[in-house]
């Protein structure tokens, strides 16, 4: 069992950047792919990074990368996201969520726990 709290979030102006955190507790973190999604209002869960068991591999939705930073802390039990250049369309609630297997990071389905989420507001 895994829960999930993502924190961070807030209103920003457009050009800046913000780290959303997501801090875990069990004692099975370190078992899990993490990941960052979002979702807009209307709009499905996107996916925007991952990040492997032990760190060492990252993977990003095109229309993040090389905006966002996914990193974990596994002694910590902590996953966050750097946002940089943020644009009002990044506008959205940020969740994190575990994935067990690493198969199917980019699906949303197919993830074990999810956090409560986190608003991210970007003005123009």
């Known amino acids: 069992q895994v829960q999930l709290v993502e924190s961070g979030g807030g209103l920003v102006q457009a050009g800046t950047s913000l780290t959303l955190s997501c801090a875990a507790s069990?004692?099975?973190?370190?078992?899990?792919?993490m990941a960052w999604f979002r979702q807009a209002p209307g709009k499905e869960r996107e996916f925007l990074g991952a990040i492997s068991v032990s760190g060492r591999s990252t993977y990003y939705a095109d229309s993040v990368k090389g905006r966002f930073t996914i990193s974990r802390d596994n002694a910590k039990n902590t996953v966050s996201l750097q946002m940089y250049s943020l644009k009002p369309e990044d506008t959205a609630v940020y969740y994190c969520?575990?994935?067990?297997?690493?198969?199917?990071?980019?699906?949303?389905?197919?993830?074990?726990?999810w956090g409560q989420g986190t608003q991210v507001t970007v003005s123009s």
């Open positions: 969520g575990a994935e067990r297997t690493g198969r199917d990071i980019y699906e949303s389905a197919k993830y074990d726990y």
């Open positions: 069990g004692r099975t973190f370190n078992n899990y792919y």
